[in-house]
């Protein structure tokens, strides 16, 4: 039997993929402000904030509006399928991270 060789973990590598994340995250909040009626800030919505209910309380309505939104901002898609990816922050940002992965 053989070991598996796993590749050393770049601290640098894992800081700076920790900071893409964080950027996206960000920017995902702040286009749920200037795209919707959230009334609340940025800075004051948490990364798994979920996007209906008690959360930012969207409406079908502005869950169009934020699929088009997220399609203009990152050029990813959101269907009909991605229905997970309307439950928080979150899981948008990773949703949009993966659709951007996809694209390179």
Known sequence: MSAVMTPPIDPAHIRELAAQR???VDRVKQLLVDRLDTGVEATMI???ESLFGRGLEL???DT????????????VEVTDDDVEALLSVSHLADHIAAGL???R
């Open 22 to 24: 964080r950027a996206l």
């Open 46 to 48: 948490a990364d798994d």
């Open 59 to 61: 409406d079908s309505i």
């Open 64 to 75: 169009l509006e934020l699929v088009v939104a997220v399609q203009e901002e990152f050029g």
């Open 101 to 103: 992965q996809r694209e």
